[in-house]
């Protein structure tokens, strides 16, 4: 079992940042992929960004905005988010897959889950 806790949600302006965070306990945290996905109310849960032990992989959306990090010392993966938009108003969600190599897109394909971390952009 992996449990997974995120933090660091909150509210911040259009065109501001904010950084998640994500800590790991249970099994050997560097094995799995890391990935961060989001759901908006009445929408379905949107990729945002993986890493792997050595590649990150973004969606289009947030490519050059968001930055996926990871350190396997803290057992920790962030979420570094920049220009925040309103539309990216959304509960954001830590997830893992024991992949090793291969960040998948689709939430299926992700074994645990964190609570969640709301985060509101205000226009």
């Known amino acids: 079992q992996v449990q997974l806790v995120e933090s660091g949600g909150g509210l911040v302006q259009a065109g501001g940042s904010l950084r998640l965070s994500c800590a790991a306990s249970?099994?050997?945290?560097?094995?799995?992929?890391m990935a961060w996905f989001r759901q908006a109310p009445g929408k379905e849960r949107e990729f945002v960004g993986g890493?792997?032990?050595?590649?990150?992989f973004y969606s289009d959306s947030v490519k050059g905005r968001f930055t996926i990090s990871r350190d396997n010392a803290k057992n920790t993966v962030y979420l570094q988010m920049n220009s925040l938009k309103p539309e990216e108003t959304a509960v954001y969600y830590c997830?893992?897959?024991?992949?090793?190599?291969?960040?998948?897109?689709?939430?299926?394909?992700?074994?645990?889950w964190g609570q969640g971390t709301q985060v509101t952009v205000s226009s």
């Open positions: 997830a893992a897959d024991d992949a090793r190599f291969l960040i998948n897109i689709d939430p299926l394909e992700y074994d645990y």
């Open positions: 249970g099994r050997t945290f560097v094995n799995y992929v």
């Open positions: 890493i792997s032990w050595s590649s990150t």
